[in-house]
């Protein structure tokens, strides 16, 4: 039975700072943001967007009535959840109007969750093929002003239905996957910004990927010419390439220049979010079938997961016939057009903004957000929500 991404789609909050900007304001030169280490723009999320809001909102443009019925398993990919105890999930759930006879749950392993999520899935669809699982990666990416990780932050989800017979691509069986406890990354629960150790960080994600790939490669017999292209985890948009560029010189011209023109094509969007940890390796996907107006049904596409701390995994897909009318591109991009550039100073003060801890209750004014779901205010220690639709 054939499995996978039946519908994919985005969401990313209406602001953003150009990096020219913000490396002027952090007196460095601009080329080590837009060229060393490959970021454009980078989404600001308000205060009235948090990891349940941009899932859900990612998710809205995806469900019909048929979807509706069928989804009977939620899971929400995130390192950056709102609750040590209540899954993502199950706000989304109910922002969402699905049926209630569904599981719903969270999966964490930093930038990895959502792959995770995607590998259960499957295995949840083989056992109840009449399923779809609605799988959300959704996270905002914080290292704190003017730390050498602010350049690599971000906000934004990516939601993906699962199902059988899917209409964009079929995920192989075939996968290599790795774990190591190592400290590359992480962010103690009394922290809202992640401690990252960039450098180390680095080296593991290129060294995890060379290990899964000779996994991979060993298992399958497949090499590099079977693939027209590769898509990454993205924490910055050189990071891939770099996880890439040690195995070039394996291969033959025309496959490396295929791979590396495709590389830079599955940047798109991320030069223009920035990080969205568990959801980065999907926009990277999403840039891909959305901007590559060469791709064919049949071509095999590569995904390589990491997640800090840390664990890899590379897996595959096949684009089915006719995927690209299965796509909302024009939507993509008219979202990207109509965000809204913010200074740095008004970037520094929505990162700076908090959210009540002692119970006090606060409402936020609807109209300072243009999404379809916003938090609309904190009441007793409880997040409130709001479907303007609904
Ligand atoms: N023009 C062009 N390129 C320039 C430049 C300039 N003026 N100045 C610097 N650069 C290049 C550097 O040569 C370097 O390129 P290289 O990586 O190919 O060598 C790149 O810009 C970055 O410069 P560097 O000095 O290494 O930056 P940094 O010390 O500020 O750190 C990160 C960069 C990415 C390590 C840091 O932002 C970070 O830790 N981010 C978090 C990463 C993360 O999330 N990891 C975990 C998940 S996988």
């Known amino acids: 039975m054939k ?3 039946d519908k994919i789609g985005f969401f990313a909050p209406h602001m953003y700072i150009d990096m020219v900007n913000l490396a002027e304001a952090r007196g460095d030169d601009p080329l080590k943001y837009t060229k060393g280490i490959g970021q454009d723009e980078m989404a600001v999320n308000p205060v009235t ?20 019925e069928k989804i009977d398993f939620v899971i929400f990919g995130t390192e950056t959840g709102i609750d040590h105890s209540k899954a993502g999930a199950v706000y989304v759930n109910s922002l969402l109007g699905l049926k209630k006879n569904v599981r719903a749950i969270e999966t964490k392993q930093a930038c990895y969750g959502a792959t995770a999520a995607i590998q259960l899935g499957r295995g949840h ?19 704190g002003l003017a ?93 891939g390439e770099k996880a890439l560029k040690p195995h070039l010189e394996s291969m033959s011209e025309d496959v490396a220049s295929r791979l ?19 959801g980065s390796l999907y926009l990277s996907l999403l840039s891909l079938l959305e901007n590559q107006t060469d791709l064919k049904a049949g071509a095999r596409i590569g995904l390589y997961s990491y997640g800090s701390g840390s664990v890899g995994e590379f897996f595959t897909g096949i684009l089915e016939e006719g995927f690209r009318e299965h796509l909302n591109t024009a939507n993509h991009k008219e979202l990207l057009a109509n965000r809204k550039e913010v ?7 929505e990162f700076l903004k908090e959210l009540p801890t002692d119970g006090s209750s606060i409402e936020y004014d609807e109209e300072s957000d243009p999404a379809t779901i916003y938090l609309s205010g904190i009441k007793d220690h409880m997040r409130q929500y709001k479907n303007k639709k609904s």
């Open 125 to 143: 669809i083989a056992l109840n093929p009449d399923s779809k699982v609605l799988v959300l990666a959704s996270d905002i990416a914080r290292y």
């Open 3 to 5: 499995i996978g991404i």
């Open 147 to 239: 730390t050498p990780g602010e350049v690599t932050q971000g906000a934004g989800a990516v939601a993906i239905l699962l199902s059988k017979d899917p209409k964009i691509m079929t995920i192989e069986q075939e996968s290599t996957y790795q774990t190591d406890d190592i400290m590359d990354f992480w962010r103690p629960v009394y922290s809202d910004v992640a401690i990252v150790d960039g450098k180390y960080s680095n080296d593991k994600y290129i060294e995890f990927f060379a290990d899964v790939w000779s996994a991979y490669k060993e298992k399958t017999n497949r090499d590099f010419s079977d693939f027209e292209a590769i898509c990454f985890h993205l924490p910055y948009t050189r990071m």
């Open 343 to 349: 200074t740095v100073a008004e970037y520094e003060t």
């Open 260 to 278: 590396e023109s495709n590389y830079k094509i599955s940047t798109t969007y991320n030069r223009l979010v920035g990080n969205i940890y568990t």
């Open 49 to 68: 967007q948090d990891t349940v809001t941009m899932a859900a909102n990612a998710a809205l443009q995806l469900i019909d009535e048929t979807d509706r």
